[in-house]
């Protein structure tokens, strides 16, 4: 595992240098896991199209590569990733639910290795490795991701590592399949959990806006009237004024 330890006797200059690499080292780990996120997600949908009948060998296709794209996935975290994470998070607990997160799907992953399409809970079971995933995968990336844009460490060797350790792991658990896997376009990376929230986004930003409009409109007219009814005392006070000095008779 890389050391966090940086050297003491940098100099200001070599000191932001290593800070942007560190920071470019750190924004390609983020992107190269939320890559496999977006790979496992498509995957997920891509199986609901299939028919466990009529596209047996697809849907196993679909299982098989799945299942090995999540034992890189998992592993490149608990070995280098998570061990890193338990000495920089603040709350170190996210790791250890994470952790106990890819336990269960694990255990899913072993049981879809011994089933095919004719059995009777292949479908359910992929399914529910989806649902476990696809939490996990908001879990990740809305609380852990956060905090490791603002962590400090030896990103560098990190993703060096990471490389070296994929590279391996590819051949282990994928061998068919190419080092790089296939990109997803960012516009298909939508699940239904994702859609209904940007649904619900929507309309609460809707509501906001109408309401926002009406408050302001309320404060203009509110404001107008404040303005008229000044005038007119400053005006009532100056004839009051004129007619005192008047002299009398």
């Known amino acids: 595992m890389p050391s966090s330890r940086t050297s003491s006797t940098a100099t200001p200059s070599s000191s932001r240098s290593t800070s942007r690499a560190a920071s470019t080292a750190r924004t390609a780990i983020i992107d190269l896991l939320r890559e496999d996120h977006k790979r496992a997600k498509k995957a997920f949908r891509d199986f609901e199209k299939l028919d466990p ?31 890193a994470l338990h000495e920089v998070l603040k709350e170190e607990d996210l790791v250890d639910e994470a952790e106990v997160e890819h336990m269960s799907a694990r255990r899913l992953i072993d049981q879809l290795t011994d089933m095919g399409p ?19 995968i908001r879990e990740e990336e809305s609380e852990i991701f956060p905090q490791m844009q603002r962590a400090k460490y030896d990103w560098q060797s990190m993703q060096q590592e990471m490389e070296r350790r994929r590279v391996d792991l590819m051949a282990e658990h994928l061998p068919d399949q190419p080092e790089d896997g296939e990109e997803v376009d960012d516009a298909d990376d939508v699940d239904e959990a994702d859609e209904a929230d940007q649904a619900d986004g929507a309309g609460r930003g809707g509501m906001m806006d109408d309401e926002s409009r009406d408050d302001e409109a309320g404060i203009d007219e509110a404001s107008r009237t404040e303005r008229v009814s000044k005038t007119d005392r400053q005006r009532e006070k100056k004839a009051a004024e004129e007619q005192d000095s008047l002299p009398e008779g």
Do not use: N, S
Not at 55 to 69: K, L, N
Not at 118 to 136: I, P
């Open 118 to 136: 004719e059995d009777d809970k292949f479908v359910a079971t992929f399914r529910v490795l989806g649902e476990y995933v696809k939490h996990h």
């Open 53 to 83: 009948q009529e596209d047996a060998d697809e849907c196993q296709a679909v299982v098989t590569r799945t299942c090995g794209e999540l034992r890189v996935h998992t592993a490149l975290e608990e070995e280098l990733l998570y061990p």
